[in-house]
Protein backbone atom coordinates (compact mmCIF):
# COMPACT_ATOMS: atom_id res chain seq x y z
CA UNK A 1 0.00 0.00 0.00
CA UNK A 2 3.03 2.32 0.00
CA UNK A 3 2.27 4.41 -2.90
CA UNK A 4 -1.07 4.74 -2.17
CA UNK A 5 -0.69 5.52 1.15
CA UNK A 6 1.34 8.22 0.09
CA UNK A 7 -0.84 9.36 -2.45
CA UNK A 8 -3.69 9.57 0.48
CA UNK A 9 -1.27 11.65 2.44
CA UNK A 10 -1.44 13.98 -0.07
CA UNK A 11 -4.67 14.50 -0.10
CA UNK A 12 -4.84 14.88 3.46
CA UNK A 13 -1.88 17.70 3.64
CA UNK A 14 0.36 15.37 5.86
CA UNK A 15 2.78 13.16 6.07
CA UNK A 16 3.02 10.48 8.84
CA UNK A 17 5.77 9.69 10.94
CA UNK A 18 4.20 6.30 11.69
CA UNK A 19 2.66 5.21 8.68
CA UNK A 20 1.35 2.14 10.01
CA UNK A 21 -1.01 3.72 12.17
CA UNK A 22 -2.08 4.98 8.85
CA UNK A 23 -2.42 1.83 7.40
CA UNK A 24 -4.27 0.57 10.54
CA UNK A 25 -6.91 2.40 10.48
CA UNK A 26 -7.87 1.53 7.20
CA UNK A 27 -8.00 -2.11 8.73
CA UNK A 28 -11.58 -3.49 8.78
CA UNK A 29 -11.67 -6.29 11.88
CA UNK A 30 -12.74 -8.85 9.05
CA UNK A 31 -9.12 -8.05 7.97
CA UNK A 32 -7.00 -8.71 10.84
CA UNK A 33 -7.12 -8.75 14.59
CA UNK A 34 -5.05 -6.02 14.39
CA UNK A 35 -8.18 -3.43 12.94
CA UNK A 36 -9.35 -0.28 13.08
CA UNK A 37 -12.16 0.19 15.93
CA UNK A 38 -9.60 1.22 19.18
CA UNK A 39 -8.40 4.37 16.26
CA UNK A 40 -12.13 5.04 15.50
CA UNK A 41 -13.11 5.54 19.28
CA UNK A 42 -10.60 7.83 19.59
CA UNK A 43 -10.77 9.43 16.58
CA UNK A 44 -14.98 10.13 17.18
CA UNK A 45 -14.06 12.01 20.27
CA UNK A 46 -11.12 14.23 18.45
CA UNK A 47 -13.56 14.85 15.60
CA UNK A 48 -16.34 15.93 17.87
CA UNK A 49 -13.76 18.22 20.04
CA UNK A 50 -12.28 19.95 16.41
CA UNK A 51 -15.85 19.86 15.40
CA UNK A 52 -17.38 22.11 18.52
CA UNK A 53 -14.32 24.04 18.10
CA UNK A 54 -14.81 25.13 14.70
CA UNK A 55 -18.28 25.98 15.44
CA UNK A 56 -17.48 27.99 18.77
CA UNK A 57 -15.16 30.31 16.27
CA UNK A 58 -17.63 30.45 13.41
CA UNK A 59 -21.72 30.23 14.97
CA UNK A 60 -20.31 31.55 18.54
CA UNK A 61 -23.38 33.59 19.14
CA UNK A 62 -25.65 30.71 18.77
CA UNK A 63 -26.82 28.52 22.27
CA UNK A 64 -25.44 25.77 23.36
CA UNK A 65 -28.58 23.32 22.10
CA UNK A 66 -28.09 24.81 18.71
CA UNK A 67 -24.24 24.33 18.37
CA UNK A 68 -24.65 20.72 19.30
CA UNK A 69 -27.71 20.39 16.83
CA UNK A 70 -25.39 21.43 14.26
CA UNK A 71 -22.61 19.88 15.18
CA UNK A 72 -24.93 16.34 15.08
CA UNK A 73 -25.82 17.03 12.01
CA UNK A 74 -22.02 17.52 10.73
CA UNK A 75 -20.84 14.36 12.29
CA UNK A 76 -23.77 12.20 11.13
CA UNK A 77 -22.97 8.90 9.07
CA UNK A 78 -24.00 10.59 6.31
CA UNK A 79 -21.44 13.55 5.82
CA UNK A 80 -18.63 11.27 7.19
CA UNK A 81 -19.17 9.15 4.07
CA UNK A 82 -19.07 11.20 1.53
CA UNK A 83 -15.97 12.93 3.07
CA UNK A 84 -14.67 9.69 3.15
CA UNK A 85 -15.63 9.24 -0.53
CA UNK A 86 -14.07 12.00 -1.25
CA UNK A 87 -10.45 11.48 -0.18
CA UNK A 88 -10.78 8.02 -2.18
CA UNK A 89 -11.13 5.99 1.58
CA UNK A 90 -13.40 3.20 -0.59
CA UNK A 91 -10.59 1.97 -2.66
CA UNK A 92 -7.87 1.78 0.30
CA UNK A 93 -10.08 0.11 2.69
CA UNK A 94 -8.51 -3.70 3.77
CA UNK A 95 -11.32 -5.81 3.82
CA UNK A 96 -12.20 -9.43 4.36
CA UNK A 97 -12.93 -11.57 1.73
CA UNK A 98 -16.22 -11.74 2.63
CA UNK A 99 -17.00 -8.03 3.64
CA UNK A 100 -15.81 -7.44 -0.08
CA UNK A 101 -18.13 -9.84 -1.41
CA UNK A 102 -21.26 -8.22 0.36
CA UNK A 103 -19.96 -4.89 -1.01
CA UNK A 104 -17.99 -3.51 2.09
CA UNK A 105 -15.60 -1.23 0.58
CA UNK A 106 -19.19 1.47 -0.41
CA UNK A 107 -20.73 0.30 3.18
CA UNK A 108 -21.34 4.30 4.22
CA UNK A 109 -21.06 2.35 8.31
CA UNK A 110 -17.96 0.85 7.26
CA UNK A 111 -16.42 4.47 5.62
CA UNK A 112 -17.76 6.28 8.25
CA UNK A 113 -15.75 5.00 10.75
CA UNK A 114 -12.41 4.66 8.90
CA UNK A 115 -12.48 8.38 8.25
CA UNK A 116 -12.94 8.58 11.94
CA UNK A 117 -9.99 5.80 12.27
CA UNK A 118 -8.00 7.85 10.13
CA UNK A 119 -8.59 11.13 12.64
CA UNK A 120 -7.83 8.96 15.68
CA UNK A 121 -4.42 7.89 13.74
CA UNK A 122 -3.50 11.26 12.93
CA UNK A 123 -4.03 11.95 16.51
CA UNK A 124 -1.78 9.64 17.43
CA UNK A 125 0.84 10.04 15.39
CA UNK A 126 1.10 14.27 15.05
CA UNK A 127 -1.10 15.20 18.42
CA UNK A 128 -4.25 17.15 18.51
CA UNK A 129 -3.74 20.54 16.39
CA UNK A 130 -2.59 18.41 13.43
CA UNK A 131 -5.94 16.59 14.24
CA UNK A 132 -7.65 19.87 14.59
CA UNK A 133 -6.23 21.33 10.90
CA UNK A 134 -7.28 18.48 9.18
CA UNK A 135 -11.24 18.76 10.58
CA UNK A 136 -10.75 21.98 9.49
CA UNK A 137 -9.70 21.32 5.83
CA UNK A 138 -12.49 18.14 5.75
CA UNK A 139 -15.44 20.48 7.26
CA UNK A 140 -14.23 23.20 5.36
CA UNK A 141 -15.82 22.08 2.30
CA UNK A 142 -19.24 22.29 3.52
CA UNK A 143 -21.47 24.93 4.10
CA UNK A 144 -21.93 25.71 7.86
CA UNK A 145 -24.73 27.93 9.06
CA UNK A 146 -27.42 28.83 11.70
CA UNK A 147 -30.06 27.30 9.52
CA UNK A 148 -28.10 24.21 9.77
CA UNK A 149 -29.85 23.81 13.19
CA UNK A 150 -33.45 23.71 11.86
CA UNK A 151 -32.30 20.44 10.38
CA UNK A 152 -34.14 17.34 11.90
CA UNK A 153 -32.77 15.90 14.42
CA UNK A 154 -31.63 11.99 15.21
CA UNK A 155 -32.07 10.61 18.53
CA UNK A 156 -29.17 10.99 19.89
CA UNK A 157 -29.13 14.84 19.56
CA UNK A 158 -32.75 14.37 20.94
CA UNK A 159 -31.63 12.63 23.86
CA UNK A 160 -28.50 15.29 24.07
CA UNK A 161 -30.70 18.50 24.21
CA UNK A 162 -33.38 16.26 26.34
CA UNK A 163 -30.77 16.31 28.96
CA UNK A 164 -29.41 19.62 28.70
CA UNK A 165 -32.36 21.44 28.95
CA UNK A 166 -32.69 19.68 32.18
CA UNK A 167 -29.09 20.30 33.22
CA UNK A 168 -28.62 16.41 33.57
CA UNK A 169 -25.29 14.74 32.34
CA UNK A 170 -24.73 13.30 28.70
CA UNK A 171 -25.79 9.94 28.49
CA UNK A 172 -22.80 7.78 28.39
CA UNK A 173 -22.40 4.94 25.13
CA UNK A 174 -20.82 1.71 25.91
CA UNK A 175 -20.56 -1.37 23.19
CA UNK A 176 -21.78 -4.15 25.63
CA UNK A 177 -21.75 -7.13 23.48
CA UNK A 178 -20.74 -7.96 18.99
CA UNK A 179 -22.80 -10.62 17.51
CA UNK A 180 -21.80 -12.38 14.10
CA UNK A 181 -19.25 -13.18 11.65
CA UNK A 182 -16.86 -10.23 11.05
CA UNK A 183 -18.54 -9.35 7.41
CA UNK A 184 -21.93 -9.13 9.25
CA UNK A 185 -22.03 -7.90 12.67
CA UNK A 186 -24.49 -6.33 14.87
CA UNK A 187 -23.22 -4.13 17.77
CA UNK A 188 -25.43 -4.32 20.77
CA UNK A 189 -25.05 -0.65 22.81
CA UNK A 190 -26.39 0.15 25.88
CA UNK A 191 -27.13 3.97 26.92
CA UNK A 192 -26.92 4.84 30.25
CA UNK A 193 -28.45 8.28 31.84
CA UNK A 194 -26.81 8.30 34.93
CA UNK A 195 -28.87 11.21 36.83
CA UNK A 196 -32.19 8.89 36.23
CA UNK A 197 -30.79 5.62 37.18
CA UNK A 198 -31.77 4.36 33.72
CA UNK A 199 -30.55 2.21 30.96
CA UNK A 200 -31.63 1.23 27.18
CA UNK A 201 -29.91 -0.98 24.72
CA UNK A 202 -29.76 -0.93 21.00
CA UNK A 203 -28.90 -3.10 18.59
CA UNK A 204 -27.22 -1.76 14.86
CA UNK A 205 -24.54 -2.55 12.03
CA UNK A 206 -22.63 -0.17 13.15
CA UNK A 207 -21.29 1.53 16.97
CA UNK A 208 -22.79 4.61 15.49
CA UNK A 209 -26.44 3.04 14.51
CA UNK A 210 -26.31 1.12 18.23
CA UNK A 211 -26.12 3.88 19.37
CA UNK A 212 -28.97 5.96 17.83
CA UNK A 213 -31.34 2.78 18.44
CA UNK A 214 -30.06 3.22 22.27
CA UNK A 215 -31.08 6.64 22.59
CA UNK A 216 -34.03 6.36 20.59
CA UNK A 217 -35.38 3.44 23.17
CA UNK A 218 -34.22 5.66 25.89
CA UNK A 219 -36.70 8.48 24.53
CA UNK A 220 -39.22 5.77 24.12
CA UNK A 221 -38.94 5.09 28.05
CA UNK A 222 -38.94 8.65 29.41
CA UNK A 223 -42.12 9.38 26.94
CA UNK A 224 -43.88 6.79 28.58
CA UNK A 225 -42.50 7.97 32.20
CA UNK A 226 -43.99 10.74 31.25
CA UNK A 227 -40.74 12.74 32.76
CA UNK A 228 -42.03 16.60 33.56
CA UNK A 229 -40.89 19.07 30.69
Known sequence: MGDDLA?????????????SLLERALTHRSFSADHNERLEFLGDS??????????????????EGDLSRIRA?????????QL????????????????IRSGGQKRPSILADALEAVIGAVYLDAGYEKARQLVQHLFGKLEINPQM????????TELQEWLQARKMQLPVYRVV????????????VECEVLDLQLSERGIGN???????????????NL???KMPE
Open 206 to 220: SRRAGEQAAAAAMLL
Open 149 to 156: QASAKDPK
Open 73 to 81: NLVKQDTLH
Open 84 to 99: ALDLGLSGLLRLGDGE
Open 7 to 19: LLQERLQLSFAQP
Open 177 to 188: GTLGQAHRQTFD
Open 223 to 225: AAR
Open 46 to 63: VLNLAVADLLYARLGTLA
